[in-house]
């Protein structure tokens, strides 16, 4: 069988994934880790969600670390906004409110996969990693996946570079990184192998109509 000449192949439907190194990060990771230090010592239980282990904060950070987690929400708010459209004629009028929370994990801890409901975007800031520390790793999903598994395992597509796609894409992290995402973008946070305290702050975002 002879291919048919000059194929063209589009890649359709791609998740944005949104990343931003903070240019203030340091004064500002010491601002945040005394707040979230502050409400650990207050809260020592937390809550728990995804976190196998760890510490959770309530989900109310914006008001209780205030000045520095405005500064995360108003930079996540300035990166969304470029890539987030109104389809509608005419044009609708959005504003964005959020929720914030932190997270601290010790040696072996990790989040389980899931997805964050009820929000348009989603993100995680990296306060601190532990210094020279590995895992902790921030994966998202394929959430196509397992489609072509289900036929026939280990057969796949290539991406737009002609690598076999994977099913997951892992970000490492560091401090001062912020990261955003679809908040139905399936993810989980891989067990940290560090020996100190792995810091980071995660949020939702929601849109709201102005006015």
Request: glycine share 10%.
């Amino acid at each position: 069988m002879t291919a048919p000449s000059s194929p063209a192949t589009d890649f359709l439907f791609a998740t944005p994934l949104i990343r931003h190194d903070l240019p203030n990060a340091q004064a500002l990771n010491a601002a945040l880790l005394e707040s979230i230090q502050s409400r650990r010592a207050c809260d020592p239980s937390g809550i728990h969600r995804s976190n196998t282990g760890g510490w959770h904060s309530d989900n109310a950070m914006i008001e209780w670390a205030s000045g520095p987690a405005r500064t995360l929400f108003e930079t996540a708010i300035a990166l969304i906004g470029p890539q987030t459209a109104d389809t509608n004629t005419p044009k609708r009028e959005f504003g964005f409110d959020g929720m914030m929370w932190a997270n601290v994990s010790g040696p072996g801890h990790s989040n389980q996969t899931h997805c964050h409901t009820g929000a348009l975007w989603s993100g995680v800031y990296y306060v601190d990693t532990g210094g020279a520390s590995t895992g902790g790793e921030l994966v998202l999903e394929d959430p196509r996946f397992p489609m072509n598994q289900m036929y026939v395992p280990g057969l796949v597509t290539r991406d737009q570079s002609g690598n076999p796609a994977p099913s997951q894409h892992a970000v490492t992290p560091h401090a001062g990184l912020m990261v955003l995402f679809p908040s139905w973008l399936k993810h989980s946070v891989r067990p940290y192998r560090g020996t100190g305290e792995r810091i980071s702050v995660a949020f939702n975002i929601m849109v709201r109509a102005a006015g």
